[in-house]
Every structure is written in C-alpha cells, then in structure tokens.
C-alpha cells in the first residue's frame, strides 16, 4: 500500500481546483475525492496518475513507497 505524501486536498486546492471539478474530471462522485482527501479511501495507481495529470505534478509527490514494510 502507497503512503500518501502530500495532502490530495492541498494539491487539489494549489492547481484550483475544487472537489466536484475534480469528481467530473476523474468520472467519479464527489464523495470518492472527499474519501480520498480524508484518507479513507485510496485512489487505484490508475487514478493516481489521473490525479497527478490534472494537479499538474509528478506522481511520486503523491505517492511514495512506504518505508516501514
């Protein structure tokens, strides 16, 4: 499991963006991004790359191996 670097609300927030945008863009409900934002929910490695397409950054600012396992 992919530990989430960065808050997905900030980099959502810092490409001006905001949830239902997202929701429409990524072809998900917005409460698929709020789970997401609040850690209750990941988004699949496909999404991931999505996500970081659409906030304009590269995908390991995202997501990082998790060193503890």
Known sequence: MA???ISLAAA????GMTQEKVAK???VSKNTI???EKGT??????QGKELA?????PIDYIFLPNKSN
């Open 3 to 5: 530990e989430i670097q």
């Open 12 to 15: 959502r927030v810092n490409a």
């Open 25 to 27: 863009e990524m072809h």
């Open 34 to 36: 709020v789970n997401w």
């Open 41 to 46: 929910s990941e988004p699949t490695i496909n």
């Open 53 to 57: 397409a659409l906030y304009n950054m």
